[in-house]
């Protein structure tokens, strides 16, 4: 097979089905019931199973803009490297469309031998992949704010453009490359069907980019033999760079390597000094994580982390690290270095290479560039702890 067929296979068929995760279908009316009446039905019991009554997960944080709403992730109950759907951050740049599947469907067309129409049935018919990866926003960091050989892509095709049904189409590119790499639409997380806020019945799934490229209610993919200059990706993700004399940089594409310590973290208190295990996620668009080193009196010194595996490209890796705490303010951090040898950077280096004075650093960066500054918590002689850069 040449490389032009390989590259076409390999592309037709992550966009004719693959979710993130696969599972069995549910029949829609087993969904959300609560089993009470059933005979012999024990109280606490349902069809579609619930959290304990006295351990309901922390809730989402919330910020809400005139154009933006934004769910994020509690930190402190982190265990693993996956993310409870319920739990999962979202971002929306406009309403949730509420699509039936039962008639949904999206489009291929734009550089391609016949132009095709997908609904959720043909997805589904399609053979279908499950991968671990992790779906990182441009504003994670913060103050809490076989589809078939029937397309045909024409040899000329270089990029891809994908469109939302929301109510601002919310639009973005990618280079037709990644899309034949290892680009999905997927319809399932965690084993169930989307939830409605991360796109649902199916989105775009772009692994290791930044999330702004995963579109979510997939309306069509329009091939085409160059870059569209698409609003959202102009105006909402545009870096502005002072050493290209202020003008935008439009793409960028790979997430770089980016850590975070969990626990302990800011809004939990040490209640004594002693032992406590420090644990964090890790983790890098390039591909794999080389390891994690922590720094527990303000970044003076750093020893490294047990790494846990799965290890997985393009993936949150869990570590863990024993400390003692001797009841002294301090301040404790995490650095990811990846496969690639890229290295996380501190806040001071990430605004030298954006160009950034001190002064502008915290929230116009966020908003614009990739952000893997690395994070670091202090906890003072009460045990209480805050977050250093945003508190
Ligand atoms: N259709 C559509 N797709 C979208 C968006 C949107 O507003 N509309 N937001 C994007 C952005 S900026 C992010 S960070 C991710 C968020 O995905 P999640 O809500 O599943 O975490 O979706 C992306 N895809
Ligand atoms: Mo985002």
């Given at each position: 097979m040449n490389s032009k067929q390989s590259g076409r296979r390999r592309f037709l068929k992550s966009a004719a089905l693959a979710g993130l995760a696969v599972g069995a279908e549910r029949s829609a009316s087993a969904q959300g019931v609560t089993d009470t009446s059933a005979p012999g039905a024990q109280p606490g019991t349902h069809a579609h199973g619930q959290p304990a009554r006295l351990a309901a997960p922390a809730g989402r944080a919330v910020t809400r803009t005139i154009?933006?709403?934004?769910?994020?992730t509690p930190l402190a109950d982190s265990v693993g490297i996956?993310?409870?759907?319920?739990?999962h951050f979202m971002q929306s740049h406009s309403r949730l469309p509420d699509i039936d599947p039962a008639t949904y469907s999206f489009v291929i067309h734009g550089l391609v031998e016949r132009p095709l129409a997908f609904t959720m049935d043909d997805l589904k018919r399609l053979p279908s992949v499950s991968k671990i990866r992790f779906l990182e926003c441009l504003g994670n960091t913060g103050p809490r704010r076989h589809v078939s050989?029937?397309?045909?892509?024409?040899?000329?095709?270089?990029?891809?453009?994908?469109?939302?049904s929301d109510g601002s189409k919310y639009t973005y590119c990618i280079?037709?490359?990644?899309?034949?790499?290892?680009?999905?639409?997927?319809?399932?997380?965690?084993?169930?069907?989307?939830?409605?806020?991360?796109?649902?019945?199916a989105?775009?799934?772009?692994?290791?980019?930044?999330?702004?490229?995963?579109?979510?209610?997939?309306?069509?993919?329009?091939?085409?033999?160059?870059?569209?200059?698409?609003?959202?990706?102009?105006?909402h993700h545009a870096a502005s760079r002072v050493d290209l004399g202020n003008n935008s940089r439009w793409f960028n594409f790979v997430w770089p390597p980016k850590s975070v310590i969990t626990r302990p973290s800011a809004g939990l208190k040490l209640n004594a000094p002693g032992y406590y295990e420090i644990t964090g996620l890790a983790w890098s668009g390039w591909g794999k994580v080389r390891k994690v080193d922590v720094s527990v009196d303000g970044g003076k010194s750093w020893k490294e982390a047990k790494l846990q595996d799965p290890i997985l490209p393009k993936a949150h890796t869990r570590f863990n690290f024993d400390w003692t705490w001797n009841g002294e303010e301090t301040v404790i951090m995490s650095r990811c270095t990846d496969d690639q040898d890229e290295v996380q950077p501190t806040l001071a280096e990430l605004n030298r290479y954006w160009g950034r004075s001190e002064k502008d650093r915290l929230e116009p960066i966020s908003n614009?560039?990739?952000?893997?500054?690395?994070?670091?918590?202090?906890?003072?002689?009460?045990?209480?702890?805050t977050d250093v850069l945003f508190a």
């Open positions: 154009t933006h709403t934004t769910y994020y996956i993310t409870p759907a319920s739990l050989e029937e397309v045909g892509v024409k040899k000329e095709a270089s990029w891809l453009v994908a469109e939302g280079p037709l490359t990644k899309a034949m790499d290892d680009c999905m639409v997927a319809y399932l997380q965690n084993g169930e069907p989307l939830r409605q806020e991360q796109g649902f019945p989105r775009l799934f772009v692994p290791g980019f930044g999330a702004n490229h995963s579109v979510k209610w997939l309306r069509r993919l329009m091939i085409t033999d160059e870059p569209y200059m698409t609003w959202d990706q102009s105006v614009t560039h990739y952000w893997n500054a690395i994070q670091p918590w202090k906890i003072a002689k009460d045990g209480s702890i």
